[in-house]
């Protein structure tokens, strides 16, 4: 069974910085591409990162371009993002989604539960 | 890429034929577009990519249909576990990025 458990949310002051961690089970992690999606609290969906199996390729959505930045470790089969300069905006669920693709972004097959990141004076 | 997906929100009762609507302001490479439910409180789940084909484990009643700009979700008989949040997802753009639509929400009549 895919699991996809996602930590490091919180509450930070605009200008802050947090890490997330995701950490993956039940497939072959080093075969698949990893992404980042948040959700703004009743709003839609904006993909915001995703990392190629190797980790070698990553790709950015505008909005986090310089600011957020995902890893990944595939000796511990985990996923992270990275941000810095957080700003209000920022705020939202964040989602660790398996990608079905090896590289490039392409399509989520399994999702976590989400992590809740709120940034706030 | 930006999708348009309407209605907005549609009623319907369980039985009934759902039909959800994705326009993408430029034609997908490959018909390179997805189809996720989202109920409250839940992470979304993949229906369809590629435009028509089913991911695994979803039912057949979930179908989708379309190419280059406009893209067609159906659930031929509504069940009472399918009043959620619709969403379309494109993946074909380059340079490579992820664009969602706004939602469909599908409530029960």
């Known amino acids: 069974e895919v699991q996809l458990l996602e930590s490091g949310g919180g509450l930070v002051q605009p200008g802050g910085s947090l890490r997330l961690s995701c950490a993956a089970s039940?497939?072959?992690?080093?075969?698949?591409?990893m992404a980042w999606v948040r959700q703004t609290p009743g709003k839609g969906l904006e993909w915001v990162s995703s990392?190629?199996?190797?980790?070698?390729?990553?790709f950015y959505v505008d909005a986090v371009e310089g600011r957020f930045t995902i890893s990944r470790d595939n000796s511990k089969n985990t996923v992270f993002l990275q941000m810095d300069s957080l700003r209000v905006e920022d705020t939202a669920v964040y989602y660790c989604?398996?990608?079905?693709?090896?590289?490039?972004?392409?399509?989520?097959?399994?999702w976590g539960q989400g992590t809740m990141v709120t940034v706030s004076s | 890429i930006v999708l348009t997906q309407s209605p907005g929100t549609l009623s319907l009762s369980p039985g009934e034929r759902a039909t959800l609507s994705c326009r993408a302001n430029?034609?997908?490479?490959?018909?390179?577009l997805a189809w996720y439910q989202q109920k409250r409180g839940q992470a979304p789940r993949l229906l369809i990519y590629s435009a028509s084909r089913g991911a695994t484990g979803i039912p057949d009643r979930f179908s989708g249909s379309g190419s280059g700009t406009d893209f067609t979700l159906t659930i031929s008989r509504l069940e009472p576990e399918d009043f959620a949040v619709y969403y379309c997802q494109q993946y074909g753009s380059s340079p490579p990025s992820i664009t969602f639509g706004q939602g469909t929400r599908l409530e029960i009549k």
């Open positions: 990392m190629s199996a190797s980790g070698g390729t990553t």
């Open positions: 430029q034609s997908l490479v490959n018909n390179y």
């Open positions: 039940g497939f072959t992690f080093s075969s698949y591409a």
């Open positions: 989604a398996k990608d079905s693709n090896r590289v490039r972004p392409n399509t989520f097959d399994f």
